[in-house]
């Protein structure tokens, strides 16, 4: 198409999408985003869960600074939980994300761990 034929109203359509799809945007995602782009390392967890204690032990006895967040502890928890399940295709805690990507739960940051890609992963942090 010749932009010159079209008006620029194209353009301002692309816009509007934009601040439509960021003003439907929920809390709960406004929230995860929030923590994952400001923290190199963020563990949505439970209190509760042995699985994330696992996680926070290994991560901690490897000396990684990391953002903690305890979901029952959250009034929103629950619909924070949903959110991370959309984003990562998993409900399960930990949810575990190094440089703004999820790497997964307990068994996958094993696995990289023994791998040594988690080691990988956290040397420019």
């Known amino acids: ?14 816009d509007h999408r934009d601040k439509e799809e960021s003003a439907h945007e929920s809390h709960e995602q406004a929230l995860v985003n929030d923590l994952v782009s400001k923290n190199k390392v963020v563990v949505f967890s439970k209190t509760h869960c042995p699985h994330c204690s696992d996680s926070k032990t290994l991560l901690t006895t490897m000396g990684v600074n990391y953002k ?13 939980q949903n959110v991370l399940g959309q984003m990562t295709d998993a409900r399960t805690v930990p949810r575990i994300f190094i440089s703004g990507q999820c790497v997964g739960g307990n068994s996958d940051l094993k ?10 992963l956290l040397k420019d942090l």
Do not use: C, I, R
């Open 111 to 120: 696995t990289l761990n023994a791998s040594g890609e988690l080691q990988d």
């Open 68 to 80: 903690t967040v305890e979901l029952d502890k959250l009034q929103e928890g629950g619909e924070v």
């Open 1 to 14: 198409m010749d932009s010159s034929v079209d008006p620029p109203f194209d353009f301002s359509m692309g």
